[in-house]
Every structure is written in C-alpha cells, then in structure tokens.
C-alpha cells in the first residue's frame, strides 16, 4: 500500500515570497491534516479536512496561510507572504476516517531566508 | 488546553541498556495517549497506544502504561539495540475529537 506522498521534500525561499506545498494521502482516506513542526518541537496541527470540507483550522495562521483539498483527495498548503518564523518542516497525514490511525507523510522542509 | 511534557534529550545509551522516556500530560477527560517514532529521513510512525487508564501498550519491545493518577505514559524498553536510533514522540487525542497534541520530542541515539 502507498504511503502518504508529499512534494517538494526541500524548499528554499526568501522571505515575502510564496510557496506552496502538495500531499496526496493513502487511497480511501477520507480525513487530511496539515501539521508544523519547528525544529526541537513537536508537531503542531494547522488545519484538518475530511473529505472537501473543514474540520479544524483554529490553529492556521489565516493571513497567510491557506489551505485547500477541493475534490476530496489531494491538498495544497500554501503560505503567502512567507515570514522567517515559517521556517519549519510540514507534514501531511491522513486516516481512513474520524478518529482511526494516522499516516504521516515524510514531510517537506521549508527553510525562509 | 491539552498539554504533553517530554524529557529533554538527547538520550545517549549503549547497545543493550534500559530505556525509560518520561512523559506526563494535562488534559480534560480521558484521553487516548500515543508514542510516535520518527526515525532517521523518515515520517513518524505510531509506535504504540493506550486508550484507557491502566492499559498497557506495547510494540517491537517498547512498553507504556497509562497511569492516569500520575497523569504519565513513560516509554521503556529492557534492551535498546542501535536501530531504535530515533526520536520519540508522547501525544495525546482527546475524547472530543481527532487533534494529536505532542510533546517536543526526546532523541535517543544507541551506540554499539
């Protein structure tokens, strides 16, 4: 069974500028989550999707950051300006439903100049 | 709010001694507790998990009970081998929904 896949694995912007990040979760998994993790801490949920719609995003910082899943599968975290304080890895995870195990991605690791 | 307190690392052992990861927690209710692995280029992965007071997970010779009094689930194991190389994540799920909170990580590095 594959895994939860998420490109890029490495990016490298200035600060101000945008940058997006793509995950597609495991065949079937109806919920999607976007996490941060700074380095030395743990990770941090930014916003949960099941299937298109919304769950959580209480901890999404919402004037730059946004999220979409339009079709139920796929989803694009994107952050527009970029800060320094951005500087992290994102990780992506899904699960068959509500509640059930989560598979995490490999993540992708943003560093912001 | 919900929160996870790990033990600082890094955790530095040789091959063959015990490991003991403490992790405490503050939460509402009954939550579900989990260790998370991340080893090295690699997504985390659930190690084990206990979802009521005084059960006991356990996974490829790791051990945590959920002590509910003491409000802790500490990591163990007898005999650690190189390739648990990795770093350990406590995290809680409460009742009310799907949010993992996690502690910040404790890093155990074996060597031979």
């Known amino acids: 069974e594959a895994g939860v896949a998420q490109s890029p694995r490495y990016k490298i912007i200035e600060k101000r500028q945008s940058v997006a990040f793509w995950c597609n979760p495991i065949?079937?998994?109806?919920?999607l989550y976007w996490y941060q993790q700074i380095l030395g801490q743990g990770p941090k949920l930014l916003i949960q999707f099941q299937n298109n719609g919304v769950v959580d995003d209480s901890q999404l910082p919402k004037d730059r950051f946004s999220a979409e899943r339009l079709k139920g599968v796929d989803s694009t975290l994107k952050i527009q300006p970029a800060k320094l304080e951005d500087s992290a890895v994102y990780l992506c995870?899904?699960?068959?439903?509500?509640?059930?195990?989560?598979?995490f991605g490999p993540g992708t690791r943003l560093l912001v100049l | 709010g919900n929160s996870v307190t790990q033990m600082e690392g890094p955790v530095t052992l040789s091959e063959e001694a015990f490991l003991t990861i403490n992790c405490t927690y503050t939460a509402t209710g009954y939550p579900s507790l989990f260790w998370y692995v991340q080893y090295p280029g690699e997504g985390l992965q659930l190690l084990l998990k206990a979802t009521k007071a005084d059960d006991k997970g356990s996974n490829k010779g790791f051990e945590a009970t959920y002590r509910k009094e003491t409000t802790s689930f500490h990591l163990e194991k007898g005999s650690v081998q190189v390739s648990d190389s990795a770093v350990y994540f406590c995290?809680?799920?409460?009742?009310?929904?799907?949010?993992?909170?996690f502690g910040g990580g404790t890093r155990l590095m074996v060597k031979p």
């Open positions: 065949s079937g998994h109806a919920t």
């Open positions: 995870a899904s699960s068959f439903s509500f509640q059930e195990k989560q598979y």
């Open positions: 995290a809680l799920r409460d009742n009310a929904g799907n949010m993992l909170t």
